[in-house]
Every structure is written in structure tokens, then in C-alpha cells.
């Protein structure tokens, strides 16, 4: 079963499996709804039958046992986005059928904000919503944060060595020192050290104010830097030192590359943790970025220094790290304060990490891109390589970091014209797209907390940007080249 050179079955087979992982985590979150006798047991069960069946009917279609013996980059592409497209539908229907969304367009919203990690809600009364859903909606962000692609190659054999196509689809950012197992044996290590990552800081959040169930959703969505919580009022709820310390801590360490966690905690390298490059960017923008606006709010909004340096540190790594998360509403502090924000929804996290947006190592590559080309203007003869960790970047990298960059600008500036067009106000619109983009979560104004109020076709848009966002632009856009379906 081929289309224009593209293997079908293997594309069937393996969304058919994703979709029925999905169904066994709908049936875990109808057994809390269950446990804590929510009204929301129903719709939950529906909506794990329907994912089932049809995750079913895709295998048993293609034949349960086919043997795909090669896959090429186009099926990578399309496996990935019809993955994530699709589970982010079946991960509709509980919102849906619970009637907490009374609106398809509004569950569509609720499960791709919250399966890219975005953040972004359209629900109002959090804190009345059944036990079941929030536990779902929670849960989909964790299995966004690592990629339920990169979960389905821990756990199918099927997809075998040709895995690594899925894996650059759904990772297509500017890495370095990838791991050198096979793409399976990488992603059960990722996902062995995502789920200690995750225990951890349920144990700790449960230690303080936090019951066990807010400790497990809260857990979720902080070390996939998701940022949706149980509360309206989000982590400010708990007015909690030690909450939002544990939080800050598992923030950042969801907002890190990966490998660069694995060396350090599984290596003993701390030496190359703390010389890596990116990482000092980071860690130098969350400073520098957290003593601007502590400043601004001492001096100018008359708030205590511990509070000032408190709420400063925290929205900020909430910001850049792309939770989401919030202990005071910052849409209203001021323009500075919104375009510090803007820079940091803009540049977010690590590669290789959970966290969306531009990535510190693209900025950083941009940056000394930028500078090297003043250098050629003053020795036009002379060989002048961008480096990274001391390493000379390839001109085919750098070539594909402008190009990103140039799309993700394009993106955001295009989106911002749509949205006003659709009768959204301009900071609004341009804080809709930034967040969607980057899959951060708050808007600015009226949408810092919920998109409620928006027209039904931004919320399709919107939807559309976030998993554009979090799958870095190509994987998507490249499927509507003319040149993606020729033979």
C-alpha cells in the first residue's frame, strides 16, 4: 500500500499504536475519576472505547503482524504529525462529553494546548472541574513534554532501527553531543530519567502544602514545563516558599538539555555540565532577566525587596522555561515588564529539553552569526567559523538556524495580522501568537489567563501554531511543499 514513494502501512500501523497508548492513559485517568467518584467516569471510559477501537481498526487494517523493512524521512514527517494531530483529537472527547468544554473547538484547544505543553486554557472554574479530567488534562502534558513519540520507541519493538526517522521529526532542533546508543535505547534512558525526574518532585511538592492529587498533577506539568494547574490561581493558590522553590528548581531542570542532565546525574560530568555553552546563556538570561524586573518592582511598583526578588525570580524561570505557571499576574506591570517577558517567551529553553520557543542555542548561534559576519566585513580573506562549546558549527547549521529563525519570526508577525483581523486587540494578538509559538502558556491583557473570550477560528489557529510550535516548524510546514508528495 504505497502512495508518491510513501509507505502507508508503516504510517497506519504506527499511528494506530500511539493512538492505543493514549487509550490505556484514558482508562488510567477514568480509574482516578472513578477513585475520587467523579461524575466525569463515563466520559472517560467513552472516550478510552473510542480511542481504542480505533487504534485498533488502524493495526488489524494493515496486518498485526507486517513487517515494515524500510522507512524514509517522509513517513518520519507524516507519522509525527498525524500522531500528534490526532492525539490531540482523541484527547478532546473527555473534555468534551464531561461538558466542562461544551464546545469541540474548546476541547480541541484544552488537549493540544495541553499535549504541547503550552499551557494555555480556555476553562474558567478550574477548581470546581472533575477530579478525572484534570488528571488527563495534567497527564497529556506529561506525555507532551517528552514526545509521545519518543515514548512509543521505548516501548514498541516494531518500530526497530528505522526508529531514528521518527525521532528527527519530532526533534528537529540545533543539538550537539546526541547520545550514541540506538534511538530505542535513548529513549527508554530519556523517558527512565523523565519519570525519576517526576517522582521526585511529586515527593517533594506532597511534602509541603500540597495533597497527594495536586502533588502528582502538579508534578506532571512542572517537569514537562506545561504549566496547567488544579487551581484558578494557579501556584499562588499554595502562597508557598517552599512550593515554589521545588517548583523553580523542576522548572529548570525540564528547561535543560537532556543529555546534559543524563551526563550529569548518570555520568558524574559535571565538569562538561557547567561548561556547556547554552547552559550558561540560560542560566546568565534568568539572572540578569530576574534582577531587571525585581528592580522595576521595588523602585517603581513599591513592593518589598524579598518579594520583589521572589515574584521576579519565579515568573521569569516560569516564562523562559515555557510553564507557565503563576503567582502574580504581570500583564498590567507595565510595557518594560512586557517586553522583558516577550524576549523570554521568544528565546525559552535548552535544545533538547521540554521547553519550546527559538531555544537559548539558537539565539546564542544567531548572535555569533551575526558578529562573525562584521568580522568578514573587516577581513573579508580571513576563514572565520561560528563556534559552539568550541566546536566550529557546519555552514549547512547555520544555514537551517536562519532559515528557523526566519520562519518563526514570519510566523509570529503573519499570525499577529490574522488574529487582529479576527477582531483581537494587537497586544493581545501578539501575545497569543508568542505564547502559541512557544508553547509558554499566559497571553498578554485579557488573555494573560484564559482565551475563553476568543473567536472560534483563533482557537483553530491558535491550535494549529501550538503543535507547529512544538514539533520546531519544519515537520509541519514541509508537508505542504509541492516537492514533500513528489515521488
Known amino acids: 500500500m504505497q502512495g508518491p514513494g510513501i509507505h502507508w502501512k508503516f504510517v497506519v500501523i504506527t499511528v494506530g499504536y500511539i493512538i492505543l497508548i493514549e487509550a490505556l492513559f484514558l482508562f488510567l485517568s477514568a480509574g482516578v475519576a472513578y477513585y475520587y467518584h467523579g461524575s466525569d467516569v463515563p466520559s472517560m471510559l467513552l472516550s478510552a472505547g473510542i480511542a481504542f477501537v480505533f487504534g485498533w481498526v488502524c493495526v488489524l487494517s494493515m496486518g498485526v503482524r507486517s513487517k515494515i523493512t524500510f522507512i524514509g524521512k517522509k513517513e518520519g514527517y507524516i507519522t509525527v504529525a498525524l500522531s500528534w494531530i490526532l492525539f490531540s483529537f482523541f484527547g478532546a472527547f473527555p473534555f468534551y462529553f ?133 487551581k484558578d490561581a494557579s501556584i499562588s493558590y499554595w502562597n508557598s516558599v517552599y512550593t515554589e522553590s521545588v517548583v523553580i528548581i523542576f522548572m529548570m531542570l525540564g528547561a535543560i538539555n537532556f543529555t546534559l542532565l ?9 565538569k562538561q555540565f557547567f561548561q556547556d555553552e547554552e547552559l550558561r546563556w540560560f542560566l546568565a538570561i534568568i539572572l540578569i532577566s530576574t534582577f531587571l524586573i525585581a528592580v522595576g518592582l521595588f523602585f517603581q511598583k513599591h513592593h518589598g525587596f524579598l518579594h520583589s526578588f521572589r515574584t521576579a525570580f519565579f515568573q521569569v524561570v516560569s516564562i523562559i522555561t515555557t510553564t507557565g505557571f503563576s503567582t502574580e499576574g ?11 517577558f516577550l524576549f523570554l517567551m521568544i528565546v525559552c529553553g535548552c535544545a ?72 483581537i486587540p494587537f497586544v493581545e494578538s501578539l501575545g497569543a501568537c508568542v505564547t502559541a509559538m512557544s508553547n509558554v502558556g499566559p497571553g498578554f491583557g485579557t488573555l494573560e489567563v484564559t482565551f475563553v473570550s476568543i473567536p472560534i477560528f483563533a482557537k483553530w489557529y491558535l491550535s494549529f501554531l501550538m503543535i507547529v510550535g512544538r514539533l520546531e516548524i519544519f515537520t509541519i510546514l514541509i508537508l505542504f511543499t509541492p516537492e514533500f508528495w513528489r515521488r
Open 262 to 270: 543524563y551526563f550529569l546525574f548518570f555520568k558524574a560530568k559535571i
Open 98 to 230: 464531561s461538558g466542562v468544554t461544551p464546545d469541540f473547538t474548546d476541547a480541541f484547544f484544552e488537549s493540544a494546548s495541553g499535549l504541547t505543553t503550552t499551557g494555555a486554557t480556555i476553562l474558567t472554574d478550574i477548581d470546581i472541574a472533575p477530579k478525572g479530567i484534570l488528571f488527563w488534562r495534567s497527564l497529556l502534558q506529561w506525555l507532551g513534554g517528552m514526545g509521545i513519540i519518543v515514548f512509543s520507541l521505548a516501548l514498541l519493538p516494531l518500530l526497530g532501527g528505522e526508529a531514528a526517522q521518527l525521532f528527527d521529526a519530532e526533534s528537529t532542533g540545533l543539538t550537539h553531543d546526541k547520545f550514541r546508543p540506538r534511538v530505542s535505547q535513548m529513549a527508554k534512558r530519556l523517558w527512565g530519567m523523565y519519570i525519576l525526574f517526576t517522582l521526585i518532585v511529586v515527593v517533594l511538592l506532597s511534602l509541603g502544602p500540597m495533597g497527594w492529587y495536586d502533588a502528582v498533577c502538579h508534578g506532571f506539568t512542572t517537569i514537562s514545563t506545561g504549566g496547567f494547574s488544579t
Open 352 to 423: 533538547g529539553s521540554t521547553s519550546g520557543g527559538l531555544k537559548v542555542v539558537r539565539a546564542v548561534g544567531l548572535v555569533k552569526s551575526t558578529m562573525s559576519e562584521f568580522q568578514r566585513l573587516l577581513h573579508p580573506r580571513a576563514i572565520i567559523p561560528v563556534r559552539l562549546n568550541g566546536k566550529a558549527i557546519s555552514f549547512s547549521v547555520v544555514q537551517r538556524l536562519l532559515a528557523f529563525a526566519f520562519l518563526y519570526i514570519s510566523i509570529i508577525f503573519v499570525s499577529c495580522g490574522v488574529l487582529t483581523f479576527v477582531g
Open 330 to 340: 504581570f500583564s498590567y506591570w507595565g510595557a518594560f515588564y512586557l517586553i522583558v
